[in-house]
């Protein structure tokens, strides 16, 4: 069982302003507001009018917490634009929430990898510029005590080898202009660090839940999920087997930044909320997936000689719902065959004084299926609420090795008789649903 997280009293108890909160991680993060502390919570929506702004924000509430209208009297949607100049507020806005605001986190951005790069230049850059610029405001009043930056492990590019947390710039290039903008969002908060008390957070692949695999997202390592669950799988796979394929559990990311943002000594910090060392393999991944699918593994191929042949030849034959399937998965393949390995020291050892560990792979991944097939992939999502629910009823959960464990030793706990089961379950699961589609 995964370590429960302290609740404990954050820098002052103050106002917070978060952004992103209608976003996947931005809603954990409100949940962890509004449900552990008494603060007010100022969230930045973006919003044709207010009313609208309110409205967004009320729904994403209701969406991750239970009986949310009790929270209603200390969350305040702001109508906001992050690619607006000023954030699209006046200077009586920008300033009544200076006078207010205690804590900064910014979780707002872009994940589309395939955005002109001017476009993701606009909301991951500029956006957190005028996040900067605001809490500039926010310290010549005296108020603000921290500014937390989600940005991503992704920031390491190309880099092969060790990426340490006080690492940025080792001459990497960056596979897409997500990644590159939040590399260029990294390096102007930086910058700052002289003047503001920033902090940032690099998550990896963020999925669902641990306990109930709750996700409004489905892409990345779902997308070859989803094919092993319809029986789409090719007998060759862009990947790598041995690369790791570093992904982490929302509530882990949010738990995380909750407690490590309220630490008096987390200033001027980087962190890495990746899985590190307790990442499984692209290998395990497939071994996962097709036994609980009961699908034929396919062999992995290097991406760069699947794209010049495999692909290729694939999208000629094509035409399409198929070909627009295999343009949109492209964007993902080089995150099967990454060469980069996550130091998490800082975080692992900080995060270890708070009670919070990240889970490996194998040990929830029954969960994250069992969601996927309920949701029917995003068809028919439950809200957070609803899915914790659904998780009680479900199967007992299966066990998880010690946190010192490797990958192997977790891929061979999930293999064991209990995950087997489980397994079995969720492959059921999905016949049933697809029997009604």
Request: aromatic share 6%; hydrophobic share 45%; glycine share 8%.
């Amino acid at each position: 069982m995964h370590s429960t997280p302290r609740t404990h009293a954050p820098l002052g108890d103050g106002p917070v302003l978060l952004t992103g909160a209608t976003g996947f991680l931005g809603m954990e993060l409100l949940a962890r507001y509004l449900e552990r502390t008494e603060r007010t919570v100022y969230a930045l929506v973006r919003a044709r009018d207010q009313q609208e702004a309110s409205a967004r924000l009320r729904a994403a509430a209701h969406e991750v917490v239970p009986d949310a209208e009790r929270y209603d009297g200390r969350l305040v949607a702001v109508r906001a634009d992050l690619q607006a100049p000023a954030l699209g507020l006046s200077r009586g806005e920008r300033d009544a929430l200076a006078e207010q605001v205690t804590e900064i986190v910014h979780a707002a951005a872009s994940v589309e990898f395939t955005l002109p790069l001017e476009e993701a230049r606009r909301i991951n850059v500029e956006g957190t510029r005028a996040m900067l610029e605001l809490a500039e405001r926010c310290v010549a009043r005296g108020g603000l005590r921290r500014f937390s930056h989600v940005s991503t492990a992704y920031v390491a590019g190309t880099h092969r080898g060790a990426f340490g947390e006080d690492d940025l710039d080792l001459g990497q290039d960056h596979r897409n202009t997500y990644e590159r903008t939040k590399w260029e969002a990294e390096l102007l908060v930086r910058v700052h660090a002289e003047t503001l008390p920033v902090q940032i957070f690099r998550p990896s692949i963020v999925v669902g839940e641990r306990d109930s695999g709750w996700t409004p997202a489905f892409n990345v390592i779902y997308a070859p999920l989803k094919a092993f669950a319809k029986g789409a799988t090719l007998p060759l796979m862009p990947a790598r087997r041995a690369s790791p394929v570093d992904v982490v559990p929302v509530d882990y990311v949010a738990d995380a930044i909750f407690a490590l943002s309220a630490r008096p000594d987390g200033a001027g910090r980087t962190y890495s909320l990746a899985a590190g060392p307790q990442a499984s393999t692209v290998g395990e991944l497939i071994d996962l997936s097709a036994q609980t699918f009961e699908r034929r593994r396919p062999l992995a191929v290097p991406p760069a000689l699947y794209r010049r042949t495999v692909h290729q030849a694939l999208l000629h034959r094509s035409d399409g719902a198929r070909r627009r399937w295999l343009e949109r998965g492209e964007v993902f393949h080089p995150y099967f065959a990454l060469r980069a390995r996550y130091d998490t020291t800082r975080a692992r050892d900080a995060l270890a004084q708070e009670g919070i560990s990240v889970t490996p792979l194998p040990g929830y991944f029954d969960r994250l299926v069992g969601y996927a097939v309920t949701a029917q992939w995003g068809r028919r999502p439950l809200t957070r609420v609803q899915a914790a629910a659904e998780a009680q009823r479900r199967r007992p959960r299966v066990a998880v090795p010690p946190a010192g464990a490797s990958a192997g030793a977790a891929a061979a706990v999930a293999a064991s008789a209990a995950s087997a089961a489980a397994a079995r379950h969720a492959a059921r699961e999905l016949g049933q649903v697809r029997a009604r589609a």
